[in-house]
């Protein structure tokens, strides 16, 4: 057990459509990072929280947000869903705000888009 | 782009027996890997990692190689067990321009462990 926590663990919704996938990082981590994970891109980063500020964007697009809340649990929310956002989506959290630290990933959300 | 890529897809080995899984990095900048082992219906759990001014680093059954001559990296699993069985993920940070560098993963491997 990594000590992430992500919600919900499946997810199945329809085009056009937005869904907010959750993550609560490990006690005391205050980094949180976000990856896709699909079968043709492999796992991407998409963007990085450090104590509630945005640290760090890979390639996420401009229909995804996320943010990281006071309590430092973060959200990632997917608007205007397309057949090719269906993915598993992974949170993962660090003590610091350096990517050269160990990170540690919830077990991931899959989205399937209809 | 720059990428990570393996080399061998899939790998299958008896149970007690070595496991090596390479990985080939194009960046020559990059400073800083990691090996990441993702079972199935789980998140990739880290396994060891291995800054650029190092070529070797050992952890527990696991040994990393770096080979920045060839940029190349290895994974070798000593005693290899049937609970080594996953998809396993070489990851490359580039830290340059004063950017802090994002993960990079390559495309994994699947071990398979035969008892």
């Known amino acids: 057990d990594s000590g992430v926590t992500q919600t919900p663990k499946h997810l199945i919704t329809a085009t056009g459509q937005r869904v907010t996938l959750r993550c609560s990082p490990r006690s005391g981590d205050l980094s949180v990072y976000w990856y896709q994970q699909s079968l043709d891109q492999g796992l991407q980063f998409l963007i990085q929280?450090?104590?509630?500020?945005?640290?760090a964007k890979g390639n996420i697009l401009e229909r995804f947000s996320a943010q990281q809340f006071p309590d430092l649990h973060s959200e990632l929310n997917l608007s205007s869903l397309e057949l090719g956002d269906s993915a598993l989506y992974f949170c993962?959290?660090?003590?610091?705000?350096?990517?050269?630290?160990?990170?540690?990933f919830g077990d991931g959300t899959r989205l399937s888009i209809l | 782009g720059e990428s990570v890529g393996l080399h061998l897809p899939t790998l299958s080995v008896q149970e007690g027996d070595n496991s090596i899984i390479n990985c080939a990095y194009s960046n020559s900048a990059s400073d800083y890997f990691i090996w990441y082992k993702q079972e199935s219906g789980k998140g990739p759990q880290f396994i060891i990692d291995i800054r650029s001014n190092m070529d070797k680093r050992q952890g527990q059954r696991v040994t990393v190689l770096l080979n920045k001559t060839v940029k190349h990296l290895s994974l070798q699993i000593a005693a290899t067990q049937p609970g080594d069985s996953a998809v396993y993920f070489c990851a490359e940070i580039v830290t340059a321009g004063g950017s802090q560098g994002n993960l990079i993963f390559g495309k994994g491997t699947k071990l398979s462990v035969k008892p």
């Open positions: 929280y450090y104590n509630g500020e945005e640290r």
């Open positions: 993962a959290s660090s003590v610091g705000q350096s990517p050269k630290q160990p990170q540690h």
